[in-house]
């Protein structure tokens, strides 16, 4: 079948008016208003989410406030973490302070060995440290110690303690004691990373 020139000039008209109409069409859309929505809340409903609005805000500054306060009280207490660059240093730095308290004992206790223990992390922001202690001591002796262990301006406990059976003759018995100090998360190594020290 052969097209006659008239059916040509159709066909081509038809062409340029269809990609007319369809850009026409694609523009439309863009522009298209967005659709219109029934509002949902009434009246009384957005005055009472507006009133909770307006609580919470004015009990901002009584938060903030509140923040600031257990801020410096954070501050406070992180004073009496043991203070040191890494985690061998707190570990001597708390046998330290644990043998000046032995020396200060009347009589003094004298510290048959010591051992440094392990580190570990002690929840997610800190680390623990540990130092265990042999002796031979009086009972009022190992009492007056771990009353002086209170006492001390850095976060450090007993974490274990081991008492064997007395000497009658001298009143005395061994004593073990293991004691954990706190010190920053950064000083203890991940059991993922390298190990613990």
Excluded: C, H
Excluded at 32 to 53: F, G, Q, Y
Excluded at 165 to 172: I, L
């Amino acid at each position: 079948m052969k097209l006659q020139e008239r059916d040509k000039r159709a066909l081509m008209l038809l062409a340029v008016a269809a990609t007319l109409v369809i850009g026409w069409w694609a523009t439309s859309q863009e522009n298209a208003p967005a659709p219109v929505v029934a509002a949902i809340d009434n009246i009384p409903s957005a005055e009472k989410r507006l009133t909770r609005l307006r609580q919470l805000a004015a009990s901002v500054p009584g938060k903030q406030e509140l923040l600031n306060q257990v801020s410096l009280e954070l501050q406070e207490r992180e004073k009496g973490l043991i203070q040191a660059d890494t985690a061998a240093q707190a570990q001597a730095q708390l046998l330290q302070i644990l043998r000046k308290i032995a020396k200060s004992q009347t009589p003094p206790i004298d510290l048959k060995n010591t051992e440094i223990g392990t580190t570990k992390p002690f929840g997610d922001k800190y680390g623990e440290v540990t130092v265990a202690l042999n002796f031979d001591s009086r009972i009022d002796q190992l009492i007056n110690l771990l009353s002086d262990l209170t006492a001390q301006k850095e976060i450090i406990g007993v974490s274990d303690m081991r008492i064997g059976g007395a000497n009658p003759k001298e009143k005395t018995m061994p004593v073990r004691l293991s004691i954990s100090g706190l010190v920053r998360r950064d000083l203890i190594l991940d059991k993922k990373g390298a190990g613990s020290l």
